[in-house]
């Protein structure tokens, strides 16, 4: 059987998916960081209210964090993944975040960051209503997410880097070949907007490097604008010198090493 996720948790690419490199150089690169899980519950209960967590406890949330690990150590097919970056995220249930979830999310990241390091900036740049402008993108996988979101809190693990430099518009064809293997029955979607936030509202310092290397483009591929002559935009998160970047441009063009597509793994039963 062929290998599905390379030793640095990297999806092997098959030869009609479009990348950079066969083999990721990791000129752009992100460090692991620390799943120090209590730390991360109350970074969330700090940003975002504990009153949006109220169905949450922290012990169930490592629980579900611990057990969406174990299930994918015993996955012959995926347990590489954990080999790559790899952080908790948490979607409390979406009525407790108010009338605009998507957006305050991108904004409970900004206010972590900028808890975490308050000499450097957090900039929300878009200026598309992200609530109402966007829609999931066809063959995500993310509306099997959105529909647990809306019933409940959902605990998942963000890989950030599992397609680095593959083009845009093959993320959904990696999606859809991973979920025809064994996932004991789990999900794995194309990482969106509200979980990357979440991600990085738990760990902050994700996108911080000050190695001399530089970390990727964290593209939100789940999303893609309702207007028809922007479908061609993607939402991502960047590092821009030191400080953090929330902001839209388009695929088009050439596959890009620096553009990251992520998964998500999530129990959604």
């Known amino acids: 059987?062929?290998?599905?996720?390379?030793?640095?948790?990297?999806?092997?690419?098959?030869?009609?998916?479009?990348?950079?490199?066969?083999v990721d150089r990791k000129y752009f690169c992100l460090h692991q960081p620390e799943i120090a899980l209590s730390r991360i519950y109350n970074n969330f209960v700090e940003v975002l209210g504990k009153e949006t967590l109220v169905n949450l406890s922290e012990n169930e949330f490592k629980q579900?964090?611990?057990?969406?690990?174990?299930?994918?150590?015993?996955?012959?097919?995926?347990?590489?993944?954990?080999?790559?970056?790899?952080?908790?995220?948490?979607?409390?249930?979406?009525?407790?975040?108010?009338?605009?979830?998507?957006?305050?999310?991108?904004?409970?990241?900004?206010?972590?960051?900028?808890?975490?390091f308050p000499e450097f900036d957090f900039q929300l740049i878009s200026d598309v209503k992200l609530d109402s402008d966007l829609e999931i993108r066809q063959n995500s996988s993310w509306e099997i997410l959105d529909n647990a979101w809306s019933q409940g809190p959902v605990v998942g693990i963000y890989f950030p880097t599992a397609m680095s430099g593959f083009a845009f518009p093959d993320y959904t064809s990696v999606v859809s070949r991973l979920n025809g293997n064994t996932l004991n029955g789990n999900t794995?979607?194309?990482?969106?907007?509200?979980?990357?936030?979440?991600?990085?509202?738990?760990?902050?310092?994700?996108?911080?490097?000050?190695?001399?290397?530089?970390?990727?483009?964290?593209?939100?591929?789940?999303?893609?604008?309702?207007?028809?002559?922007q479908k061609h935009f993607f939402h991502f998160f960047e590092a821009y010198g030191w400080n953090l970047y929330f902001n839209r441009r388009s695929y088009l063009g050439a596959v890009s090493e620096y553009y990251s597509g992520g998964l998500s793994f999530v129990n959604t039963h």
């Open 1 to 22: 059987m062929s290998q599905i996720v390379d030793k640095n948790g990297r999806i092997v690419p098959t030869e009609k998916e479009r990348v950079y490199s066969l």
């Open 188 to 229: 794995l979607v194309l990482s969106g907007i509200p979980e990357v936030a979440s991600a990085i509202t738990g760990s902050p310092d994700l996108l911080m490097k000050r190695d001399g290397k530089y970390p990727n483009l964290l593209a939100l591929a789940a999303f893609i604008e309702r207007d028809v002559a």
């Open 64 to 116: 579900k964090f611990e057990n969406l690990v174990s299930q994918l150590k015993t996955d012959s097919n995926l347990s590489n993944l954990l080999q790559g970056v790899y952080v908790p995220f948490i979607l409390p249930k979406k009525n407790s975040l108010g009338k605009n979830p998507i957006t305050g999310l991108v904004q409970a990241a900004g206010k972590s960051f900028n808890g975490k």
